[in-house]
C-alpha cells in the first residue's frame, strides 16, 4: 500500500538460495544461537485475516521447538505471530534437506508425507 515500515527481527534471517517457497520466493529461515543444532522447526505460516496457508518459515538453530516458536512469534510487532502459525513441524536437518530438494515446498510441509516418501523410495 506505499506506507513504509520496519520491524525489529529476533534473530539473523534471510532464505535458502536454490529454494522455491509457497509464495514463490525462496524458503525463508530464521537462523537461532546455536550453530550445530540438528533441529529444524518449520512454521506453515498462515494469513491472519483469512487462515489460509500462506508460506513456511524455517527455524534452525534452536535448541527447542518452544524457543523456535517464541522467536517466530516475537518477530511480529502488530502481535499477531500466534495468529500466523498454522501448524508446525519439527524435523531432522536431513528430513529438512530432503524436504527442500522434493520440489514439494508449495503446500503446508508434513514430516509424516517425508517419512512416507523416503519409506516409498526405499521399497518399504
Excluded: C
Excluded at 506506507?3 to 537461532?32: C, E, F, M, N, Q
Excluded at 485475516?49 to 521447538?65: I, P, V, Y
Excluded at 529438512?96 to 510441509?109: A, Q
Aim: no cysteine; glycine share 10%.
Amino acid at each position: 500500500n506505499g506506507k513504509r515500515w520496519s520491524a525489529r527481527l529476533p534473530a539473523d534471517y534471510g532464505y535458502i538460495r536454490g529454494t522455491t517457497g509457497a509464495d514463490g520466493d525462496h524458503v525463508d529461515v530464521y537462523l537461532g544461537p546455536v550453530a550445530n543444532s540438528p533441529l529444524v522447526v518449520v512454521i506453515n505460516q498462515k494469513d491472519h485475516r483469512n487462515g489460509r496457508f500462506d508460506e513456511h518459515k524455517a527455524m534452525l538453530g534452536w535448541r527447542s521447538e518452544k524457543e523456535a516458536i517464541d522467536a517466530y512469534v516475537s518477530a511480529f510487532s502488530d502481535g499477531k505471530g500466534r495468529a500466523r502459525i498454522g501448524s508446525v513441524e519439527t524435523m531432522s536437518l536431513d528430513a529438512f534437506r530432503k524436504w527442500l530438494k522434493s520440489g514439494k515446498n508449495t503446500k503446508p510441509v508434513s514430516s509424516r508425507a517425508i517419512v512416507d516418501r523416503a519409506l516409498a523410495l526405499r521399497g518399504v
